[in-house]
T-cell receptor, first 111, second 116 residues
Framework: AQRVTQPEKLLSVFKGAPVELKCNYSYSGSPELFWYVQYSRQRLQLLLRHISRESIKGFTADLNKGETSFHLKKPFAQEEDSAMYYCALIHSGAGSYQLTFGKGTKLSVIP | KAGVTQTPRYLIKTRGQQVTLSCSPISGHRSVSWYQQTPGQGLQFLFEYFSETQRNKGNFPGRFSGRQFSNSRSEMNVSTLELGDSALYLC???????????????FGEGSWLTVV
């Protein structure tokens, strides 16, 4: 069965410091991974997906199939980055799909 | 265009009652899925509908059910409510029924259900 693990429930960093939010996955097929972000009192929104290999708000994430990881990184944290971050994996099959989420990491950027 | 809309936003029910939550997907989206979010279990998949058909169901008891209408709007129902059903229920929609590289899943703001 598919599984997504985010080992840190809370991560605090100072403004301007580098950020790395860890995500490891377990999936028997070819994974498609996402990072979602939930700012305070806002809806869950897609931050980035590994297929597009884009950088959003300075965040990047590289899929490492050997280590089954999809860590989210940003070189210089900003206060507005404080939010809940969820790593998710798409599981497709039988003509349907579902997202499996990690438990989330709360990022707190200290001014 | 309008995002995924969920109603009601907040509600309180007592144990044993039933509740119906509504979701209007983004215009043109035919796939609607539901997730339960709790502090302990995080985000868990409930079910997914496409063109009025339930195609996938998560590991939840039969008290949790849903349906999708011809206009793609969806409802989920929870019967015989338990205290543990207190959660944020999120609806998500996407354009296609398959996860292609260009397909994105959009979430609503959720319905906060408190069972007392």
């Amino acid at each position: 069965a598919q599984r997504v693990t985010q080992p840190e429930k809370l991560l605090s960093v100072f403004k301007g410091a580098p950020v790395e939010l860890k995500c490891n996955y377990s999936y028997s097929g070819s994974p498609e991974l996402f990072w979602y972000v939930q700012y305070s009192r806002q809806r869950l929104q897609l931050l980035l997906r590994h297929i597009s290999r884009e950088s959003i708000k300075g965040f990047t994430a590289d899929l490492n199939k050997g280590e089954t990881s999809f860590h989210l990184k940003k070189p210089f944290a900003q206060e507005e980055d404080s939010a809940m971050y969820y790593c998710a994996l798409i599981h497709s099959g039988a003509g349907s799909y579902q997202l499996t989420f990690g438990k989330g990491t709360k990022l707190s950027v200290i001014p | 265009k309008a995002g995924v809309t969920q109603t009601p936003r907040y509600l309180i029910k007592t144990r044993g009652q039933q509740v119906t939550l509504s979701c209007s997907p983004i215009s043109g989206h035919r796939s609607v899925s539901w997730y339960q979010q709790t502090p302990g279990q995080g985000l868990q998949f409930l079910f997914e509908y496409f063109s009025e058909t339930q195609r996938n169901k998560g590991n939840f008891p039969g008290r949790f059910s849903g349906r999708q209408f011809s206009n793609s709007r969806s409802e989920m129902n929870v019967s015989t409510l338990e205290l543990g059903d207190s959660a944020l229920y999120l609806c998500a929609s996407s354009l296609e029924g398959q996860m292609s590289s260009g397909n994105t899943i959009y979430f609503g703001e959720g319905s906060w259900l408190t069972v007392v």
